[in-house]
């Protein structure tokens, strides 16, 4: 069975990220843009981060230009927005495609027919949830704030597990 231990991302810096290294936490992924119109749920995904990290719990966030041009910066200058605007904590990893033929093999993963959400991202802010065993639990459009996830997010962590 597939699950996130299966994958390597690189970090915002050009370093590969075992994403084995998540195994055991509850885990966000987010794709993410500088300029959309949901960029202000940096400010609920980072209240979220600090709530919960502590209890096993981590947001990694994939930029992402494929919707509308929204993230056209280089990874320093979307690394220096989110902590000077947002105070961003959690791991940004490099500006890929989360669609297409350029999509990393993880983000296949997360789209894929397997997992029971077999169709492509959206737009930005598109958030995945995944268990401490590193499966795909739940799939969050857009427009989901991300304090609507805490139920979710608190059912895993309380599971153990």
Request: charged fraction near 15%.
């Amino acid at each position: 069975m597939t699950t996130l231990a299966n994958f390597t991302a690189n970090l915002g810096d050009g370093r590969p990220q075992p994403l084995a290294d998540y195994v055991g936490q509850v885990v966000l992924i987010v794709n993410t843009a500088s300029e959309c119109g949901y960029t202000r749920q940096y400010t609920g995904l980072q209240e979220l981060q600090q709530l919960l990290a502590p209890r096993g719990f981590t947001i990694l966030a994939f930029p992402c230009n494929q919707f509308g041009g929204q993230e056209p910066g280089s990874a320093e200058e979307i690394a220096a927005f989110c902590h000077s605007k947002f105070g961003v904590g959690f791991p940004l990893f490099a500006k890929g495609d989360v669609n297409g033929a350029a999509a990393s093999p993880l983000w296949q993963w997360l789209t894929g027919a397997a997992n029971g959400h077999p169709h492509p991202v959206k737009w930005n802010f598109t958030k995945f949830l995944i268990d401490r065993k590193g499966r795909l639990v739940k799939r969050y459009e857009p427009a989901a704030e991300p304090h609507e996830l805490l139920p979710d997010i608190e059912t895993l962590l309380q599971a153990g597990g």
